[in-house]
């Protein structure tokens, strides 16, 4: 059974820092492609960051410099590290691992609330 579980959201202020954790059993992160994405009130979910087999990182127009997506093999865990945080990044942000016409996994997600 597949579990992926997110940790490390909060409440932060605008120009903080936060580390979202995920954490994945009965599936490996690599070499599978993950994401990262996001799903403000009203809005409809986006991905931040991508994390591809060969670990190529790509970044949403939003988040380009801000936010670092990163794989600890030995762990088994992806993180979205996230600095310089605005209000409109207040989301729940959800960890995404899945294979193109095969199959795909959630966590629960964690919530990220952004205070200006």
């Known amino acids: 059974q597949v579990q992926l579980v ?3 959201g909060g409440l932060v202020q605008a120009g903080g820092s936060l580390t979202l954790s995920c ?8 070499p599978n492609p993950m994401r ?5 009130p ?6 931040v960051a991508t994390l591809s087999r060969g670990g190529t990182a790509n970044y949403a127009d939003s988040v380009e410099g801000r936010f670092t997506v990163s794989r ?5 865990m992806v993180y979205l590290r996230m600095d310089s945080l605005k209000p409109e990044d207040t989301a729940v942000y959800y960890c995404n691992v899945y294979y193109p016409g095969s199959y795909e996994y959630w966590g629960q997600g964690t919530q990220v609330t952004v205070a200006s």
């Not at 009203?42 to 991905?47: I, V």
Request: proline letters at 0%; charged letters at 30%; glycine letters at 12%.
């Open 6 to 8: 997110e940790s490390g």
């Open 36 to 40: 990262w994405q996001r799903q403000a």
């Open 72 to 76: 600890d093999n030995a762990k088994n």
């Open 23 to 30: 954490a994945a059993s009965g599936i490996r992160f690599n």
């Open 42 to 47: 009203g809005k409809q979910r986006e991905t």
